[in-house]
């Protein structure tokens, strides 16, 4: 497949800050483009990779933490529970790091490649990865949410 660019956030490309479209039609094209942003996603050596990320306001992610790639085509989440707070970063804003508090364990609801829904349980890593890019399809960036006195600037002074 293909590799696309990922955007990187500055104020004048708002892309990243817009919500994304739910994904009516199912297809090839949509196939083809999950494929290339599991691509994408590998080649940055991330955990997860929302269409916005690519310039492509789609409500669409991948998410792999080590124990399979994970598709989802217009997903939402059903519960939250619990609390946990880690270290985040984002492939669209590599400049910067930051604790965020997120869920400890998630339920959601998505669409597979074929249109079929389904439901999976996250934890830790997984729940983590779903709440941050369910969140950059509504616009959302885990810089909003970093807890005060925990950012971390990873830029070569």
């Known amino acids: 497949m293909a590799l696309r660019n990922i955007r990187n956030y500055n104020e004048e490309d708002t892309i990243l800050r817009k919500k994304s479209k739910v994904v009516k039609i199912i297809d090839e094209k949509t ?22 990320q690519i310039g492509i306001l789609k409500r669409l992610v991948v998410i792999d933490v080590g124990e399979g790639l994970i598709k989802l085509i217009n997903p939402v989440i059903l519960e939250r529970s619990g609390e946990q707070q880690d270290m985040e970063g ?6 910067i790091s930051g604790e965020v508090l997120r869920p400890q364990k998630v339920r959601i609801k998505a669409q597979d490649e074929n249109g079929d829904y389904f439901e999976l349980e996250g ?35």
Request: glycine fraction near 4%; aromatic fraction near 4%.
């Open 31 to 52: 196939q083809i483009l999950l494929a290339d942003m599991a691509d994408t996603m590998y080649q940055a050596n991330g955990v997860g990779l929302a269409a916005p």
């Open 123 to 157: 934890t830790d890593l997984l729940a983590r990865a779903f709440c941050h890019e369910l969140d950059h399809l509504d616009g959302i960036l885990f810089i909003d949410k970093i807890l005060p006195d925990t950012t971390v600037s990873n830029i070569e002074q």
């Open 90 to 95: 984002c492939l669209s804003v590599p400049d």
